[in-house]
């Protein structure tokens, strides 16, 4: 999925594919608060200037 | 090389090994797919396919194939098949998409190096031959070319092809490999309906995703686009990645499943996936 995303010119550090069970809230929490860190330091997505995008 | 598939399925028919042959036929200016019945009938038009040019008429006969043998459960059957097609029917077979291969008889031919070169076809033949020549198989250049461009490059290239989609779904409707009973791209939920061009690139990515592990690289959704996306080029690529992490190759005869069609033990939670 990264590989396609690459290909498609999206930085694949913006996409993450984690496996948490349903029993492990405080790992879910860790996991979503690290990946939104990560993803405010890469900034605003280049496709969030897309005209497209702003259609919906 | 009309002349001589005709000839050789004739002599099928004689001898009574097939009861119908899948091939196209030229009525009145337009190559169609048809279902022969009775020997005579191939003197009525019969083509491979060369139209305006060579090959320029092709069709995903393996899957219309596929729906033919699902209807009649007894008959044996006769397919005009390239590589590409010879490809399709494996592809289908693994996955569970036709059971019966006992009843399919392959009348195979073989693409002119211009035609493969064209197509970019990775093997321009089918397993065994009844008219052609070999013709060598063509480098993903498509792929390499892209692949050399750094991020933003692909991003303007890739959300310049997809503006121009006009959502037909002729991609989808022509692939060989496209079985599905209920489709993700008109899932509500998954991709927005109604837009025009569709989610961008959100639509395309979808389609690319689900083609891991099953496009046999026929280019025939690059011939049907209409906006002459370079839909291929993406679907190359991710077979390419299929190729690279699991060691599959698309369309090849075995009996082994697609890497994306094996339900696997509960990963469960290990350092594996941490």
């Not at chain 2, 337009?30 to 060579?54: C, M, Q, R, W």
């Not at chain 2, 005009?80 to 097609?85: A, N, Q, S, V, Y």
């Not at chain 2, 996955?95 to 009348?107: E, F, T």
């Not at chain 2, 779904?169 to 496209?178: D, T």
Request: charge should be negative.
């Amino acid at each position: 999925m990264k590989q396609l995303l690459n290909f498609a010119g999206v930085d694949p550090e913006r996409l993450m594919l984690k496996w948490v069970s349903s029993a492990e809230g405080p790992r879910f929490a860790k996991v979503v608060t690290e990946f939104i860190e990560k993803v405010r330091e890469l900034g605003p997505s280049p496709l969030a200037n897309s005209p497209v995008k702003k259609a919906g | 090389m009309n002349e001589q598939v005709k000839e050789y399925v004739k002599l099928l028919f004689n001898e009574g090994r097939i009861a119908g042959f899948l091939g196209l036929r030229n009525q009145d200016g337009v190559v169609t797919p048809h279902l022969y019945k009775i020997a005579d009938e191939l003197d009525n038009g019969f083509s491979v396919g060369d139209f305006k040019g060579t090959a320029d008429a092709r069709y995903p006969l393996s899957r219309i194939l596929m729906s033919i043998l699902k209807a009649d459960t007894e008959n044996t059957y006769g397919v005009l098949l390239r590589g590409c097609d010879d490809r399709a029917i494996n592809e289908l077979l693994r996955w569970n998409q036709g059971q019966s291969p006992d009843r399919i008889v392959k009348v195979g031919i073989a693409c002119s190096q211009e035609l493969a070169d064209r197509h970019e076809c990775r093997k321009p033949y089918p397993e065994d031959i009844v008219a052609g020549e070999k013709a060598a198989p063509a480098a993903a250049v498509s792929v390499s070319e892209l692949d050399s461009q750094d991020l933003m490059t692909r991003l303007d290239y890739w959300i310049k092809e997809f503006d121009k989609c006009i959502k037909c779904y002729g991609c989808r409707n022509v692939c060989p490999v496209c079985f599905c009973n209920v489709c993700s791209l008109e899932d509500d939920n998954l991709i927005r309906t109604g837009d025009l061009p569709p989610e961008n690139p959100m639509f395309h990515l979808t389609r690319a995703a689900h083609m891991a592990g099953r496009c046999i690289d026929c280019n025939l959704c690059t011939e049907a686009c209409p906006a002459n996306i370079p839909l291929r080029t993406l679907y190359k690529k991710v077979a390419g990645i299929v190729q690279d992490e699991f060691g599959y190759t698309t369309g090849e005869k075995s009996d082994g499943k697609s890497p994306l069609n094996i339900l696997g033990p509960d990963p469960g939670h290990t350092a594996a996936n941490d």
